[in-house]
């Protein structure tokens, strides 16, 4: 019996060691995938510069809707993909590194959660016949704050949570040492970045889609290896 017992929760410890990180890839991949798609869809619709004119917004509401419509799900994603990883670790988990990946996972998404809402409250005002807003302080403040939400303060969150997260990844050796450090220097892409750059917010969901990647292919491998070891009785 006692073999028996201690059988099942080898295979329970392995199993649990399997699904988790089985998780947070998938969950990362989504939460990049719905990102990105968001992103490109509302920078192929509207200029990059907030003080560029101002471009037919009407036209491409529906583009717009639907990037906004997408953000509550990335959001979702990424959570999920943050909590996996915290289960991942476990007691392993240090309260500093703790602190800044969890501090700055919440302020990523509560600024593109902010400038999302922002966007959305401006493009339903145009849709209800208020197209005299485009010409007016109000719409110009408007798509500054999102542009400043977005790329001043959601971007630095992003460079501070691939900081802890790479610094978990090295102890934890979930991901190899050259993918760690390469999240250090993207990071730091990120962090010392000063105005309005085209793009560079995909710089944090490729990131994650990478990592995610990786540890999805493992996890198979890893998982092929232990189904070919039988369980002694």
């Known amino acids: 019996?006692?073999?028996?017992?201690?059988?099942?929760?080898?295979?329970?410890?392995?199993?649990?060691?399997?699904?988790?990180?089985?998780?947070?890839?998938?969950?990362?991949?989504?939460?990049?995938?719905?990102?990105?798609?968001?992103?490109?869809?509302?920078?192929?619709?509207?200029?990059?510069?907030?003080?560029?004119?101002?471009?037919?917004?009407?036209?491409?509401?529906?583009?717009?809707?639907?990037?906004?419509?997408?953000?509550?799900?990335?959001?979702?994603?990424?959570?999920?993909?943050?909590?996996?990883?915290?289960?991942?670790?476990?007691?392993?988990?240090?309260?500093?590194f703790a602190t800044v990946f969890l501090g700055s996972a919440f302020l990523f998404l509560a600024m593109i959660f902010t400038a999302a809402?922002?966007?959305?409250?401006?493009?339903?005002?145009?849709?209800?016949?208020?197209?005299?807003?485009?010409?007016?302080?109000?719409?110009?403040?408007?798509?500054?704050?999102?542009?400043?939400?977005?790329?001043t303060y959601a971007i630095k969150m992003a460079g501070v949570f691939m900081v802890s997260t790479s610094t978990i990844s090295l102890r934890t050796r979930i991901v190899p040492r050259w993918m760690a450090f390469l999240g250090f220097a993207l990071a730091l892409i990120l962090l010392l970045s000063v105005g309005i750059i085209q793009w560079i917010l995909l710089v944090f969901p490729l990131w994650v889609l990478s990592m995610s990647t990786y540890i999805l292919i493992a996890n198979f491998r890893g998982a092929t290896g232990s189904e070919a070891v039988p369980v002694e009785q």
Do not use: C
Not at 53 to 69: H, V
């Open 117 to 151: 809402s922002v966007a959305g409250g401006m493009v339903r005002l145009m849709l209800t016949g208020s197209e005299s807003l485009i010409g007016t302080g109000v719409f110009a403040l408007a798509r500054i704050q999102v542009y400043q939400a977005m790329n």
């Open 1 to 96: 019996m006692n073999r028996e017992a201690e059988a099942i929760s080898e295979t329970q410890k392995i199993h649990g060691g399997l699904t988790t990180p089985r998780a947070a890839a998938i969950a990362g991949i989504v939460f990049s995938l719905l990102l990105m798609t968001s992103m490109v869809l509302i920078r192929t619709a509207v200029p990059a510069n907030p003080l560029a004119a101002a471009p037919d917004i009407l036209k491409y509401s529906r583009r717009i809707s639907l990037a906004l419509q997408l953000m509550p799900f990335a959001g979702i994603s990424f959570l999920w993909f943050v909590g996996v990883l915290r289960d991942r670790l476990g007691q392993l988990e240090d309260r500093f």
